[in-house]
């Protein structure tokens, strides 16, 4: 299995914009789809968006609009901007592994990130 490494959340305040990393071990793959998702407290996790080699694919959510997912092979890393940062934003955010197409179901992910904390708060 592929290891997925999160970073870059933390304590924000309302309005803020946050970049959020994620890393695959081994680097990328033209073949990967990396998909972010979020879960808060009590709540189901949520899809945000995925990227593959034939583009980005933003699903419904409370993000849509204000999020923004892009790639960078040199440094094999995958990205989510989320911009003005809501506390109800707050949650635990990952980045999850398939092959090939994205896809919106969690259980179309093989390997998933230990995920990082996004806290919104004033």
């Known amino acids: 299995q592929v290891q997925l490494v999160e970073s870059g959340g933390g304590l924000v305040k309302p309005g803020d914009s946050l970049r959020l990393s994620c890393a695959p071990s081994?680097?990328?793959?033209?073949?990967?789809?990396i998909g972010w998702f979020r879960q808060a407290p009590g709540k189901e996790r949520e899809a945000i968006g995925c990227?593959?080699?034939?583009?980005?694919?933003e699903w419904p959510s409370p993000l849509k609009g204000r999020v923004s997912i892009s790639r960078d092979n040199a440094k094999n890393m995958v990205y989510l901007q989320v911009f003005g940062l809501r506390p109800e934003d707050t949650a635990v955010y990952y980045c999850?592994?398939?092959?090939?197409?994205?896809?919106?179901?969690?259980?179309?992910?093989?390997?998933w990130g230990q995920g990082t904390q996004v806290t919104v708060s004033s």
């Open positions: 999850a592994l398939r092959g090939g197409v994205c896809a919106r179901t969690t259980p179309a992910y093989v390997d």
């Open positions: 081994g680097g990328l793959k033209e073949t990967y789809a």
């Open positions: 990227i593959n080699r034939d583009g980005i694919m």
